[in-house]
């Protein structure tokens, strides 16, 4: 497809790797990026563009790596969430930032309006991030953090029942869902 003079394609699930590495002349793709994808990327694509490979994360790196994270602020009841650019390694989560930003989060706020406010910001930040891309910049070292492991709904909403108790009394102490 093409947009603004802007060639791509939007990879799915349904989309083969090979269908998306046949349509597209990779010789000409400065970036890629991808955004809500919770598969790995193989090296071999992610060594393709000329420029960079890129991942938009919905936290604030280097905590809350994983997929779908917003889920466990939200079971965590955490105060703060946010949105990172980064770049894209075989290893998820992990390469160097390039920009991010933080937001608040409301007790009342659900796991969708935790994602929203992410992807929101995402869109500001891609912008940001190729801007200095452009200007040489490497980002700064991702390293450290926790990475939250996917867990049943049956299992978020019992940590988050308790997680919004201790937080609507002030309190700092928090059951956390399963991180490594």
Known sequence: MINNKVEYIIWNKNLKLVDCIEKLDFQSVDFIITCGWGYKVPKEIIELPKSSALN?????????????????QWANAEEYGGATIHFLTDKFDSGNIIAQESFKIKLTDSPLDILTKASELTAVLIREALLLLNADYIGIENKGGRYFLKTNKINLYLHRIVNFIYRLFKSDKRWLTKWK
């Open 56 to 72: 938009c994360h919905s936290s604030y790196l280097p905590d809350y790596k994983g997929g779908s994270v917003y889920q466990m």
